[in-house]
């Protein structure tokens, strides 16, 4: 029962690095999200993919990219690392859009 | 204004107490409602889910939406030591592919 899987867990990046957080679901799920958690700030959606094949803007895209390289899979990537970026990043996946959101364990990332 | 408008707490009640947890919203398209339990260092996964208005049931959770309001409720009774977590709203409409909208979520303290 993997669920949503995302990695790595942990992550110390150096401003300008770049890195791809990594999210694989095996539910089947049509719609994929990815959010980044701040103390005071709750969950803030980044990108989402409604299907396969199709990618939006949540509410904080800059500075991030982001991959449906097929059904199962959505990354996450950050070009050009800022220690604004440190958080701790939610994968989600859903079956349909109004259906229950499956989430990984996160990825906390820091940037220094 | 937000969308979602829930207060962050922090909330201290002593263990067996009744816990009452609410959101308001603005979007009178909303139609499905959700709290969502988030314990430190995890993800968050769902705890109650309700179409449209009215009251749902799950042991010692009762979930409960005031449309006419925009108002949802999510009450805990005799409360445990186990509940101590973050619960988030979510709420989601019928129209276009908008994911859903979280509030920022309310921590929640259970005293034994």
């Known amino acids: 029962n993997a669920g949503v899987t995302q990695t790595p867990k942990f992550q110390v990046l150096k401003t300008g690095q770049s890195m791809t957080l990594q999210c694989a679901q095996d539910m089947n799920h049509n719609s994929m999200y990815w959010y980044r958690q701040d103390p005071g700030m709750g969950l803030r959606l980044i990108y989402y993919s409604a299907s396969e094949g199709t990618t939006d803007k949540g509410e904080v895209p800059n500075g991030y990219n982001v991959s449906r390289l097929n059904k199962r899979e959505f990354s996450l990537r950050l070009e050009s690392a800022a220690p604004s970026q440190t958080s701790v990043y939610f994968c989600?996946?859903?079956?349909?859009?109004?259906?229950?959101?499956?989430f990984g364990q996160g990825t906390r990332l820091t940037v220094v | 204004q937000k969308e979602v408008e829930q207060d962050p707490g922090p909330l201290s009640v002593p263990e067996g107490a009744i816990v009452s947890l609410n959101c308001t919203y603005s979007?009178?398209?909303?139609?499905?409602f959700m709290w969502y339990r988030q314990y430190s260092r995890k993800g968050p996964e769902l705890l109650m889910y309700t179409y449209s208005s009215g009251n749902k049931e799950d042991g010692r959770f009762t979930a409960q939406v005031d449309k006419s309001s925009k108002y949802i409720s999510l009450f805990i009774r005799d409360s445990q030591p186990s509940d101590s977590a973050t619960y988030l709203c979510?709420?989601?409409?019928?129209?276009?592919?908008?994911?859903?909208?979280f509030g920022k979520g309310t921590r929640l303290s259970v005293i034994a």
């Open positions: 989600a996946s859903t079956l349909t859009r109004n259906t229950e959101a499956f």
């Open positions: 979510a709420m989601s409409g019928n129209s276009g592919n908008t994911p859903l909208v």
């Open positions: 979007n009178s398209a909303f139609q499905y």
